[in-house]
Nanobody, 122 residues
Framework: QVQLVESGGGWVQPGGSLRLSCEVS????????MGWYRQAPGQERELVAL???????RYGDSVNGRFTINRDNTKNTVSLQMSSLKPEDTAVYYC????????????????WGQGTQVTISS
């Protein structure tokens, strides 16, 4: 069974930094695109950052220049380094990955983690 296990959330003051990590557990062939979304109370889930297997990245407008996404293809992990954090970054952050279960799979399956809370306040 495939699971995305997130870690690294917590509380930090404005201007601080946090690093989120996500690991794909289970027997898979390959993880394609991986990334992070977030959802604040009363708001829709929004894109934070995505990273292709090649390393190509895409960021949400509100975090571009402050957050950095990376991945380790050998470990099936993705991380999000968050800097210059603002109160409006407060949200539950979700890891997501498109996963090929076998080498014969013709379509990737999309998986989500359970989310990790990030709170920015003084």
């Amino acid at each position: 069974q495939v699971q995305l296990v997130e870690s690294g959330g917590g509380w930090v003051q404005p201007g601080g930094s946090l690093r989120l990590s996500c690991e794909v557990s289970g027997d898979i062939f390959r993880a394609n695109a991986m990334g992070w979304y977030r959802q604040a109370p009363g708001q829709e889930r929004e894109l934070v950052a995505l990273i292709a297997r090649s390393g190509l990245t895409r960021y949400g407008d509100s975090v571009n220049g402050r957050f950095t996404i990376n991945r380790d293809n050998t470990k099936n992990t993705v991380s999000l380094q968050m800097s210059s954090l603002k109160p409006e970054d407060t949200a539950v952050y979700y890891c997501t990955a498109d996963i090929l279960m076998t080498s014969f799979a013709t379509q990737a399956d999309n998986y989500w983690g359970q989310g990790t809370q990030v709170t920015i306040s003084s």
